[in-house]
């Protein structure tokens, strides 16, 4: 069972900036992939960002040099630096990991249980 634990959200104006941080633990061997969902009131839940083992990175073009991934692969986590926000950010904003509990093993998916960032216009 790997949990992953979302910290960092809140209420910000408009133009202010939050700082999400995810630390996964459990039965990991590696982790392929991490990453930063959200899903908005009435709406699907979309792709905000995704770093991978390797450092390369993905961003909605929503968030596109307002937003920037990072992650410690030594602690298995990673964080969300959200810059010039917007109230169109407003969201609960989930934590993904993509993460192997051995070698050989298939990829599994793990989901934070969210934290919400409210924007105030």
Do not use: H
């Amino acid at each position: 069972q790997v949990q992953l634990v979302e910290s960092g959200g809140g209420l910000v104006q408009a133009g202010g900036s939050l700082r999400l941080s995810c630390a996964a633990s459990g039965s990991i061997f590696s982790i392929d992939t991490m990453g930063w969902y959200r899903q908005a009131p009435g709406q699907q839940r979309e792709l905000v960002a995704v770093i991978t083992s390797g450092g390369s990175t993905d961003y909605a073009d929503s968030v596109k040099g307002r937003f920037t991934i990072s992650s410690d692969n030594a602690k298995n986590t990673v964080d969300l630096q959200m810059n010039s926000l917007k109230p169109e950010d407003t969201a609960v904003y989930y934590c993904n990991a993509q993460f192997r509990i051995f070698r050989a093993s298939p990829s599994r998916d793990s989901w934070g249980p969210g934290t919400q960032v409210t924007v105030s216009s």
